[in-house]
């Protein structure tokens, strides 16, 4: 799943974007060769919708027409466009491809409450509303913080391969307005915000209206450290310094220096700004010193599984397109972007029954400039017809 925003970056090129981010996708299907495959995008085409229209229809042309891609003869493509509805549009983007060894796919027709065949390529766009054959909502208004519309909801979709049925949600979650209210509580007010969206979309895809299935659910979920924790471990022998604003005495800038050491600048933190001396520590052995402050999960960890994370945290990166490893000094980074599943579907992923590593949780464009998320990816094998003395299995692929 990959955040795709053409007009947040000011130093790369849309087109330099696209050329690095589709090369960097093609590797990963030319190394794990999936006979089924999920893109999720979240904020397609950017916050200038309107203006990226162009970007995105040349990215979408491009992916289905790739010679990267042609061993996938069947594909269907959603991308809400709809944005001069303030309380419809969501910006996502969800792309599957079958590969032309795949028999016997099925999507689910919500409206008619049976399976469809897959044949050729189809893409929908504008209101999505009116497609039978996917489920979107954009949250209530509510649940945005201060009430303010944002591009923040999910899309279902319902897949059967050879008998085995699952879901494929794409969601995108509410991001941390402010570092200075971040590290206030913790944990963080904009946490309780996720939590609760995260609750609401579990509640709508097990709900009674269609016969339960395992789901697979990844996108950007905008998780992040529990910022108290964090600044505090990292500032642990720092005396902190408070500016605040001369008019209405709020706090705008925390300082934190070292005791000794010529006081030196450990770490500076405003609304958007997260300055610290030192951006190894979130790279050395990818960042693993840092889980234990990703906490978010872990009130979900009876219905939600995820496999063990051993990449660097996704976001967020530098857009200069020479600073592929770099993090913008902007937000602490995190691991935003996540595949997390249900326990029913963690079990139709199947283990590995030698050496071979067959289940692989992965950043794509590691040293690249993929913009300011790096998109994540889940390889696996999955036994098609799951508990049958004998299965097919078809080998997958979904990405964030």
Sequence with gaps: MQEFEYCKSTEAKPE???????????????THKPHFMALHCQEFGGKNYEASMSHVDKFVKELLSSDAMKDYNRARVYLDENYKSQEHFTALGSFYFLHESLKNIYQFDFKAKKYKKVT??????????????????????D????????????????????DCAFDLVNIHLFHDASNLIAWETSPSVY???????????????IDQRFEKVSYFVFGDFNFRLDAKAVVETLCAKATMQTIRAADTN????????????????MLQLEKKLFDYFNQD??????????????RELSVFKDRLYELDISFPPSYPYSEDSSQGK???????????????????????ILKSENDEKIVIYD????????????????????????????????????VQ
């Excluded at 691991?335 to 249900?342: F, G, K, Q, V």
């Design 326 to 348: 770099q993090y913008m000094n902007t937000r602490c980074p995190a691991w935003c972007d996540r595949i997390l599943m249900s326990h029913s579907a963690k079990e139709l």
């Design 143 to 162: 649940y945005f913080p201060e009430c303010k519309w944002s591009r923040k909801g999910f899309i279902r979709t319902r897949w059967c391969i050879t």
């Design 250 to 265: 709020e706090v705008v800038k925390l300082i934190f220096r070292e005791s000794d050491n010529d006081r030196k600048v």
């Design 16 to 30: 330099n974007l696209q050329k690095n981010w589709l090369r960097e996708f093609y590797q990963v299907v030319h």
């Design 120 to 141: 050729g390529k189809e893409i929908y766009s504008d209101t999505l509303e009116s497609t039978p054959m996917l489920e979107k909502e954009k949250f209530p208004q």
């Design 281 to 294: 520590v979130f790279r050395d052995n990818n960042g693993t010193a840092l889980l234990e402050f990703d």
């Design 363 to 398: 950043h794509i464009g590691p040293n690249v400039c993929m913009g300011d998320h790096k998109p994540v990816f889940l390889s696996f094998r999955i036994a098609a017809g799951a508990g049958k003395p004998i299965a097919n299995v078809h080998k997958c692929c979904v």
């Design 191 to 205: 946490s309780g915000i996720r939590h609760k969206a995260l609750g609401y979309v579990l509640e709508r895809i």
